[in-house]
Each structure stands twice: as structure tokens, then as C-alpha cells.
């Protein structure tokens, strides 16, 4: 017969006491929390005036439940003033951003594949373009204009900003190609392909995410732009909308709200759209690399 000898259970030490937090703490969090609300409301509220509006039949300066109706937007589209402002934009934007992307990825290229001296100091030169401030030289590069008769129309507006956002372009384009190696160029040479062959067959399909990228930025700036057409442009049939929108607003002491807020969705579109297309290029591209060499 056998005996069993059991270990004693020692007894488990009791649960520490669970801290509390702080009273001042939580009343740290709470004014964090609170300052967080009020900063979304304040982005936010612009948004939702624009919005509930445009589609408000009394829609007016304040931010109400709307009556819902899309005669708003039919008279944006139906009036004779309205579709030439939107058109002037888009023909201005796409225009100036394809030929920003086409000096830029030549421009880019000769940056990233030849060296000479001053290279990096002609980069920054480059982009201490984009420091100045451009009230700073509006009036000059009026004149310039006007010099060289393309004042007043779209070649001239078109010219001024691609070649403001260029910089921009050169660096972001740079740093992508500096990632493509040169090697794979090489080798499409000895297939029998000339310089351009080998730049429009390997660089251009792998440059792709800087070419989203730096045509959203492009498109976004020039779309958005205010000042310089304000300037270059002095008939009204060739305004985009960012200035028929300041016109409607201050030409007039009636305002009809609800044409304008739904003015402001159709500007406010195709940046939007833009963006859902190319989001992913502008992720994937990197503007680090654009500091190497």
C-alpha cells in the first residue's frame, strides 16, 4: 500500500490595488477630446455649408436642413456664364499639367543620368524657385507677358503654370529615376533601341508612380490657382471658375447661395476624382529620393 503526499498549495498573494488615473489627467483628456471636437466642427462646417446648400432650394448664408432639389445644378450647367468658367478651367489644368509632365520627365532625366559640375546646386537653384513667394513676382511676370503678346489668353496662362509648378516636377521625377537602374537602359540599347526608344519602353513604365504623383500635384495647383489668372487675364469669357466664383460672390449684392455652393461642388470635384485614381501613385512615390545625387 502506497502513500500519496500532496505539496502544499501555497496561497496566491493578493491582486494589487488597481491605480486610479489621476483626476487632473482625466480632466487633460477631456479638454483634448473637447479641443479635437471643436477643430473637426471648424473643418467640417465649411464642407457641410457647401453641400447642404447646393442641394437646398432656399438654401442661404447660413447652414440649414436642406429642401432637397438639384436646380441648383441645373442652372449651374444651363446658364450661359457658368459651363464657359468650368471649361476654362479644365482646358487651362489639363493642358499646363501635360506639358509640366512632359518638360519635367525630359528634364528630370538629364538631371538623373549626366553629370556635371554644379548639379546639386542647380537643383536647389531650381527649387528656390518655389520659395519665393509669387505675389513677389506677379507684376513682373506681367510685364514679361505682356512684352511677349501673350498676355490675356490661354498660351500664356498655360506657359506660367506648368513652368511654376516645375520644380516641384523635377524633384519628384528625379528622385524616381535615380531608382530606375541604368542597366536595364544599357541593355535595351544593345537590343537596338535609340536613347528615346529605351526612355519611352523601360523609364517612362517603371517612372509611373512619380508621373501620378507629380501630375496630382500639378493639376491641384493650377486648378486652384487664383492669383495668377486674376492678373494675366482680363476677359471675362476666358476666367476659370476660381475667379467666377470670387465674381459671383462680390459683383453682386443679391447672391444666389444656392448656384454657388453648387459652383463649389463642381470646382471642388475633379481634384476629388483625380485623387481616387491616382491615390495609390502618390503613395507608392517618394520624394526622398529626390535628395540622393
Known amino acids: 500500500m502506497t502513500s500519496t503526499t500532496t505539496a502544499p498549495v501555497e496561497p496566491q498573494a493578493p491582486a494589487a490595488p488597481r491605480r486610479r488615473t489621476p483626476r487632473w489627467k482625466l480632466v487633460q483628456r477631456g479638454l483634448q477630446?473637447?479641443?479635437?471636437?471643436?477643430?473637426?466642427?471648424?473643418?467640417?462646417?465649411?464642407?457641410?455649408?457647401?453641400?447642404?446648400?447646393?442641394?437646398?432650394?432656399?438654401?442661404?448664408?447660413?447652414?440649414?436642413?436642406?429642401?432637397?432639389?438639384?436646380?441648383?445644378?441645373?442652372?449651374?450647367?444651363?446658364?450661359?456664364?457658368?459651363?464657359?468658367?468650368?471649361?476654362?478651367?479644365?482646358?487651362?489644368?489639363?493642358?499646363?499639367?501635360?506639358?509640366?509632365?512632359?518638360?519635367?520627365?525630359?528634364?528630370?532625366?538629364?538631371?538623373?543620368?549626366?553629370?556635371?559640375?554644379?548639379?546639386?546646386?542647380?537643383?536647389?537653384?531650381?527649387?528656390?524657385?518655389?520659395?519665393?513667394?509669387?505675389?513677389?513676382?506677379?507684376?513682373?511676370?506681367?510685364?514679361l507677358m505682356v512684352k511677349m503678346h501673350l498676355d490675356d489668353g490661354y498660351v500664356g496662362l498655360i506657359l506660367v503654370e506648368a513652368a511654376a509648378a516645375l520644380p516641384i516636377t523635377l524633384w519628384l521625377l528625379k528622385g524616381t529615376i535615380d531608382a530606375v537602374p541604368f542597366d536595364l537602359e544599357e541593355a535595351a540599347w544593345l537590343d537596338g533601341n535609340t536613347r528615346f526608344g529605351a526612355i519611352r519602353r523601360i523609364v517612362l513604365p517603371l517612372v509611373g508612380p512619380g508621373l501620378g504623383a507629380a501630375a496630382m500635384l500639378t493639376f491641384m495647383a493650377v486648378w486652384g490657382d487664383f492669383l495668377t489668372p486674376l492678373v494675366l487675364l482680363q476677359s471675362p469669357d476666358l476666367y476659370p471658375l476660381s475667379i467666377g466664383l470670387f465674381r459671383s460672390f462680390t459683383a453682386f449684392n443679391q447672391v444666389d447661395w444656392g448656384v454657388l455652393a453648387a459652383s463649389a461642388v463642381v470646382y471642388m470635384a475633379p481634384p476629388a476624382v483625380l485623387y481616387l485614381f491616382l491615390r495609390r501613385h502618390l503613395m507608392r512615390s517618394s520624394l526622398g529620393g529626390a535628395l540622393k545625387g
Open 33 to 143: 477630446y473637447v479641443l479635437m471636437v471643436l477643430l473637426a466642427l471648424f473643418c467640417v462646417a465649411p464642407f457641410a455649408w457647401v453641400v447642404l446648400t447646393a442641394v437646398d432650394g432656399d438654401g442661404g448664408p447660413a447652414v440649414s436642413v436642406p429642401a432637397f432639389t438639384l436646380d441648383n445644378f441645373v442652372r449651374f450647367f444651363t446658364d450661359g456664364g457658368t459651363p464657359r468658367l468650368l471649361l476654362n478651367s479644365i482646358i487651362v489644368s489639363f493642358s499646363a499639367t501635360a506639358l509640366n509632365l512632359a518638360c519635367g520627365i525630359f528634364g528630370a532625366y538629364g538631371l538623373s543620368r549626366y553629370r556635371f559640375r554644379g548639379r546639386t546646386t542647380f537643383m536647389f537653384a531650381i527649387l528656390l524657385i518655389r520659395v519665393i513667394p509669387p505675389p513677389a513676382t506677379i507684376v513682373a511676370l506681367y510685364l
